[in-house]
């Protein structure tokens, strides 16, 4: 028998049933919803959300001009500049170490462009870029000193009007990115809350159609209790976007301040310590001019390990040569005449200036840090003059087994130092240079070096003194004592894998 005049539900007690029967069978559903293959599909697919555009590549032309680089920033700036100078993707050690620069304001776009169109590689590739040789050689005339200073301030009194537009551009380029960022998030909003304007209408429809008790029939329950969750996961959709816009614009303000703050902070410490470091390099750089010799001397002197490097054929742009503390030049310049390919580190900013407005290939950088960042059998040569007496002995081994690492096998160290052998200079020229740590001799730097794993060792006795006083003395070994070689030189080779 029916039942006649049956009770008239509203849309709010309906609901209210529903969600009540949802509870109860909580769990029933989410085997329902686990299980059908329909409905998964259904709520993969549900939302389409738009997405940030990824930055393009630069475009392969005849020439560029400044613009066509600059206008990328970051690693996207960097990785252009490889692809439109060189026509390649940046190595990980060069890139890792101009992306470093570039961030910490080390170099200037401008700088990087310009190192990597008049390497010896971007000389080969020969890509034009109007306007950059001009604006480059003014950021390297920027860097020498006390010149330098004075450029810098002309520049920066011409360059005003620019470097107020090229902030306002900035500012204008990061509202531009705001506001497209904070249109994504309403259009997203405007897509969830239209998705549960549908579900609520739904909902009210199927209401209207079912004004009976929906517990005998289980294909309405299964329907109205997908449909709950539907509904759920919507909503907790449209919450978890208004409080991640929240959230985020909260922490763009504080990162905002905070950046500020750390700013001010770390430019006052940077100009302090910068102010040190540069009267210490300036001080040493003079030190270096007076007791060193002149640079011809001692690019004359240094050619006798030229022969070692033609008959190591190494030199190239697969086995390059590493010059650490390459000081005012000369051993780079002597291979640079010779149409060798090699790079120079040093610690002395001073000295990295010079070479660098000599048109050197030289970078500030820690020997053991730049090492240990670079491939297993990757350098064809390490050299180093006059720098192993200023390391402690626990450096220097790790020195020498960084510098087997990434040596070719064949690959070849060449390491000058004073000569302890001679009294004179053991005794008292060695300490000319405060800097300097012990001497080391000739045996003791060879038993090291052949106990990192290097052969074919050579001890080169170099650069004998003379004096009048020299031929007074009869005795040879006295004389060699007084007067003998002040320098000597070990040549060894990375013994190739049998």
Same mark, same amino acid.
């Given at each position: 028998?029916?039942?006649?005049?049956?009770?008239?539900?509203?849309?709010?007690?309906?609901?209210?049933?529903?969600?009540?029967?949802?509870?109860?069978?909580?769990?029933?559903?989410?085997?329902?919803?686990?299980?059908?293959?329909?409905?998964?599909?259904?709520?993969?697919?549900?939302?389409?959300?738009?997405?940030?555009?990824?930055?393009?590549?630069?475009?392969?032309?005849?020439?560029?001009?400044?613009?066509?680089?600059?206008?990328?920033?970051?690693?996207?700036?960097?990785?252009?500049? &490889?692809?439109?100078?060189?026509?390649?993707?940046?190595?990980?050690?060069?890139?890792?170490? &101009?992306?470093?620069?570039?961030?910490?304001?080390?170099?200037?776009?401008?700088?990087?462009?310009?190192?990597?169109?008049?390497?010896? =590689?971007?000389?080969?590739?020969?890509?034009?870029?109007?306007?950059?040789?001009?604006?480059?050689?003014?950021?390297?005339?920027?860097?020498?000193?006390?010149?330098?200073?004075?450029?810098?301030?002309?520049? #920066?009194?011409?360059?005003?009007?620019?470097?107020?537009?090229?902030?306002? @551009?900035?500012?204008?380029?990061?509202?531009?990115?705001?506001?497209?960022?904070?249109?994504?998030?309403?259009?997203?909003?405007?897509?969830?809350? #239209?998705?549960?304007?549908?579900?609520?209408?739904?909902?009210?429809?199927?209401?209207?159609?079912?004004?009976?008790?929906?517990?005998?029939?289980?294909?309405?329950?299964?329907?109205?209790?997908?449909?709950?969750?539907?509904?759920?996961?919507?909503?907790?959709?449209?919450?978890?976007?208004?409080?991640?816009?929240?959230?985020?614009?909260?922490?763009?303000?504080?990162?905002?301040?905070?950046?500020?703050?750390?700013?001010? $902070?770390?430019?006052?410490? &940077?100009?302090?310590?910068?102010?040190?470091?540069?009267?210490?390099?300036?001080?040493? #750089?003079?030190? =270096?001019? @007076?007791?060193?010799?002149?640079?011809?001397?001692? @690019?004359?002197?240094?050619?006798? &390990?030229?022969?070692?490097?033609?008959?190591?054929?190494?030199?190239?742009?697969?086995?390059?040569?590493?010059?650490?503390?390459?000081?005012?030049?000369?051993?780079?310049?002597?291979?640079?005449?010779?149409? $060798?390919?090699?790079?120079?580190?040093?610690?002395?900013?001073?000295?990295?200036?010079?070479?660098?407005?000599?048109?050197?290939?030289?970078? @500030?950088?820690?020997?053991?840090?730049?090492?240990?960042?670079?491939?297993?059998?990757?350098?064809?040569?390490?050299?180093?003059?006059?720098?192993?007496?200023?390391?402690?002995?626990?450096?220097?081994?790790?020195?020498?087994?960084?510098?087997?690492?990434?040596?070719?096998?064949?690959?070849?160290?060449?390491?000058?130092?004073?000569?302890?052998?001679?009294?004179?200079?053991?005794?008292?020229?060695?300490?000319?240079?405060?800097?300097?740590?012990?001497?080391?001799?000739?045996?003791?730097? #060879?038993?090291?070096?052949?106990?990192?794993?290097?052969?074919?060792? =050579?001890?080169?006795?170099?650069?004998?003194?003379?004096?009048?006083?020299? =031929?007074?003395?009869?005795?040879?070994?006295?004389?060699?004592?007084?007067?003998?070689?002040?320098?000597?030189?070990?040549?060894?080779?990375?013994?190739?894998?049998?």
């Amino acid at each position: 028998m029916t039942a006649s005049n049956p009770k008239k539900l509203t849309i709010d007690e309906l609901m209210s049933r529903i969600r009540a029967k949802v509870m109860q069978r909580r769990g029933e559903s989410d085997l329902v919803f686990k299980t059908d293959p329909v409905l998964v599909e259904d709520v993969a697919n549900h939302f389409s959300l738009p997405r940030l555009a990824k930055t393009e590549k630069i475009a392969t032309k005849a020439s560029y001009t400044i613009s066509d680089f600059t206008n990328y920033h970051d690693e996207a700036f960097i990785h252009n500049a &490889y692809l439109g100078v060189l026509k390649r993707l940046p190595d990980r050690l060069g890139g890792d170490i &101009y992306l470093k620069k570039l961030r910490s304001g080390t170099l200037s776009k401008i700088e990087i462009l310009g190192r990597l169109r008049y390497s010896p =590689e971007g000389r080969i590739r020969r890509v034009k870029i109007r306007g950059l040789l001009p604006v480059f050689i003014s950021k390297l005339i920027n860097k020498l000193p006390v010149l330098g200073y004075f450029t810098s301030l002309i520049t #920066a009194l011409v360059s005003l009007p620019k470097i107020m537009r090229n902030q306002q @551009k900035f500012e204008n380029y990061t509202d531009y990115h705001f506001n497209k960022f904070t249109a994504i998030i309403n259009q997203t909003a405007e897509q969830v809350e #239209a998705a549960i304007n549908k579900l609520t209408t739904e909902s009210k429809t199927m209401a209207d159609q079912f004004r009976v008790e929906l517990e005998p029939i289980k294909d309405i329950r299964l329907m109205v209790k997908d449909l709950d969750e539907r509904l759920a996961r919507v909503i907790d959709v449209h919450e978890l976007s208004c409080k991640t816009q929240q959230t985020l614009l909260a922490r763009v303000n504080n990162l905002e301040n905070e950046l500020i703050s750390q700013r001010k $902070l770390l430019t006052s410490l &940077y100009h302090e310590e910068q102010l040190e470091e540069t009267q210490f390099a300036e001080f040493y #750089a003079g030190f =270096e001019d @007076k007791f060193r010799g002149t640079r011809q001397d001692i @690019k004359e002197r240094q050619k006798v &390990y030229l022969s070692y490097i033609e008959k190591a054929k190494v030199g190239h742009a697969d086995s390059p040569i590493i010059d650490i503390g390459s000081g005012r030049g000369e051993w780079l310049e002597l291979l640079t005449e010779h149409d $060798l390919f090699a790079k120079g580190i040093d610690i002395n900013q001073t000295f990295i200036n010079y070479c660098q407005a000599q048109g050197l290939f030289v970078e @500030k950088a820690d020997a053991l840090a730049y090492l240990s960042v670079l491939e297993d059998n990757s350098v064809g040569a390490i050299t180093g003059f006059h720098i192993i007496e200023h390391l402690p002995l626990k450096t220097l081994v790790k020195l020498l087994i960084q510098c087997h690492r990434v040596l070719k096998p064949g690959g070849l160290i060449i390491f000058e130092t004073p000569n302890p052998e001679n009294l004179m200079t053991g005794a008292c020229n060695f300490y000319l240079d405060p800097t300097h740590r012990n001497p080391i001799p000739p045996a003791a730097a #060879a038993y090291l070096i052949e106990a990192r794993g290097f052969g074919q060792l =050579e001890v080169l006795k170099l650069n004998k003194s003379y004096s009048e006083d020299a =031929e007074k003395i009869d005795n040879p070994y006295l004389k060699q004592l007084l007067f003998g070689e002040q320098d000597y030189g070990i040549v060894a080779h990375k013994l190739p894998l049998i």
